[in-house]
């Protein structure tokens, strides 16, 4: 019944620690991106799950997110989820590591920013080294091109 963990739980295992992050988001092109900061502490749940908590504040406004990262042989592919105090919304996850192992690209789905429907989106993560990752958001247009909105640049704390 107990699953061994894969080299992409490994891959994942070298997020575990504390990282400060800086990120920008923009929720519109006539609209100046609005910038937050905080913290993120990353640990390992029996080396199959990658548990991402992070506190951050919006112009003084407290917030916190969660996400679990783990790998399903089965389906080959990296699975899990996003839940922040933000949103009612619970987004799953699928997702591929590309052939450098630097970038996990996460797909979802969702309502779109406009509440008029649903829509895709991609969450990215791309190692830079051992102490930064940056995560990068981006939803589907109605014109069928990628939009980016967020971007985040983490550091681990030493």
């Not at 800086?22 to 640990?43: F, H, I, L, Q």
């Not at 996400?67 to 591929?96: C, E, H, K, R």
């Not at 590591?97 to 991609?122: H, I, N, P, W």
Request: proline share 4%; aromatic share 12%.
């Amino acid at each position: 019944m107990f699953s061994q963990p894969q080299a992409e739980h490994q891959w994942l295992a070298k997020f575990v620690g504390s990282w400060t992050f800086e990120a920008s988001c923009y929720m519109g092109p006539d609209k100046p991106a609005d910038n937050s900061s905080g913290k993120v502490t990353v640990r390992s749940l029996g080396s199959m799950w990658t548990l991402f908590e992070t506190e951050g504040s919006h112009e003084g406004n407290p917030w916190g997110s969660i996400i679990t990262l783990g790998f399903d042989p089965l389906v080959n592919q990296y699975v899990g989820t996003f839940v922040g105090s933000m949103m009612a919304q619970q987004w799953v996850y699928a997702g591929t590591l590309d052939a450098a192992g630097q970038v996990l690209t996460l797909d979802t789905e969702g309502l779109k920013f406009d509440q008029t429907g649903r829509t895709k989106y991609q969450d990215i993560i791309e190692t830079v080294d051992d102490d930064h990752w940056i995560l990068k958001s981006k939803m589907l247009s109605d014109d069928g091109q990628w939009l980016p909105f967020m971007e985040s640049h983490h550091y681990r704390v030493k």
